[in-house]
Nanobody, 124 residues
Framework: QVQLVESGGGLVQAGGSMRLSCVVSARTFSSYSMGWFRQAPGKERKFVAAINWSGSRTSYSDSVKGRFTISRDNAKNTVYLQMNSLKPEDTAAYYC?????????????????WGQGTQVTVSS
């Protein structure tokens, strides 16, 4: 069973940066697409970014495009989310997810396993 563990969350001031990591326990990690989602209190989970198996294709939500960068290191079974120019509205629990099928996904139902999440709080 695939397990995902996120880390790197915490408290940061507006305008700051933070990098999230997600380690995936899967021998076939390099064949999976990966995604990041976030959920603010009282709100639904929303797509943030996705990356294909090789890292050659990425997609972003409009709200983070130009500020966040998703990347991966297949040798380390890890996907990253570099977040720059953070805003208070970026405050949320961030979740990484794995997609077994080829191609990028942007909906939660397109992903097959999830991590427990890491909290990111951006103060104004």
């Amino acid at each position: 069973q695939v397990q995902l563990v996120e880390s790197g969350g915490g408290l940061v001031q507006a305008g700051g940066s933070m990098r999230l990591s997600c380690v995936v326990s899967a021998r076939t990690f390099s064949s999976y697409s990966m995604g990041w989602f976030r959920q603010a209190p009282g709100k639904e989970r929303k797509f943030v970014a996705a990356i294909n198996w090789s890292g050659s294709r990425t997609s972003y939500s409009d709200s983070v495009k130009g500020r966040f960068t998703i990347s991966r290191d297949n040798a380390k079974n890890t996907v990253y989310l570099q977040m720059n120019s953070l805003k208070p509205e970026d405050t949320a629990a961030y979740y990484c997810a794995v997609r077994y099928l080829a191609g990028l996904g942007e909906n939660g139902w397109e992903f097959d396993a999830w991590g427990q999440g890491t909290q990111v709080t951006v103060s104004s």
